[in-house]
T-cell receptor, first 113, second 110 residues
Framework: GAVVSQHPSWVICKSGTSVKIECRSLDFQATTMFWYRQFPKQSLMLMATSNEGSKATYEQGVEKDKFLINHASLTLSTLTVTSAHPEDSSFYIC?????????FGPGTRLLVL | KNEVEQSPQNLTAQEGEFITINCSYSVGISALHWLQQHPGGGIVSLFMLSSGKKKHGRLIATINIQEKHSSLHITASHPRDSAVYICAVRPSGSARQLTFGSGTQLTVLP
């Protein structure tokens, strides 16, 4: 079946640094990808919708200047957490739709010290 | 009140038991998804429903659009079924975005 990959799977960084997370659709093209964040014991929360060749659409309360999204090709979207702080520590998941099925990446666990 | 409510929040069962997880939603939807999230975090899409019933192996999902309710059943449960099961709906008019329930943590004991 279709596969969505993420890299890295986990990252530890110091406060104030920027972290880039890649999301790739491995065997299909995705004009739209979704970025979610999940805190422990909580459900997934949509952060933004990434659109190939155009600006991402951010959910209310998500700072677009802090969470930079680039969807430069039909198979790659990147999420950059700029000037990361400990409260940004979370599990970040991307997703893409093929047909009627939504495929999720394996997630990236971010820990900001 | 959340748009998507799941029950129970936690469920422990003995191997072999029949399991039911419920999902109620309060908005009009175009589709409902059942997802499985393993301890490592990876999410697998189990079903997408817009009406009726679907079956895949030991898993059965049903939906009643009029009552805004869906159930996920697992027959002959096994410890490897232990995971978080998440109900997610696509609200009508929302092109592709999903609204997620808080999940049901299932533990199947050997």
């Amino acid at each position: 079946g279709a596969v969505v990959s993420q890299h890295p799977s986990w990252v530890i960084c110091k406060s104030g640094t920027s972290v880039k997370i890649e999301c790739r659709s491995l065997d299909f093209q995705a004009t739209t990808m979704f970025w979610y964040r999940q805190f422990p014991k909580q459900s997934l929360m949509l952060m933004a919708t990434s659109n190939e060749g155009s600006k991402a659409t951010y959910e209310q309360g998500v700072e677009k200047d802090k969470f930079l999204i680039n969807h430069a090709s039909l198979t790659l979207s990147t999420l950059t957490v700029t000037s990361a702080h400990p409260e940004d520590s979370s599990f970040y998941i991307c997703s893409a739709i093929l047909g009627e099925t939504q495929y999720f990446g394996p997630g990236t666990r971010l820990l900001v010290l | 009140k959340n748009e998507v409510e799941q029950s129970p929040q936690n469920l422990t069962a003995q191997e072999g038991e029949f399991i039911t997880i419920n999902c109620s939603y309060s908005v009009g939807i175009s589709a409902l998804h059942w997802l499985q999230q393993h301890p490592g975090g990876g999410i697998v899409s189990l079903f997408m429903l817009s009406s009726g019933k679907k079956k895949h192996g030991r898993l059965i999902a049903t939906i009643n659009i009029q009552e805004k309710h869906s159930s996920l059943h697992i027959t002959a449960s096994h410890p490897r079924d232990s995971a978080v099961y998440i109900c997610a709906v696509r609200p009508s008019g929302s092109a592709r975005q999903l609204t997620f329930g808080s999940g049901t943590q299932l533990t199947v004991l050997p």
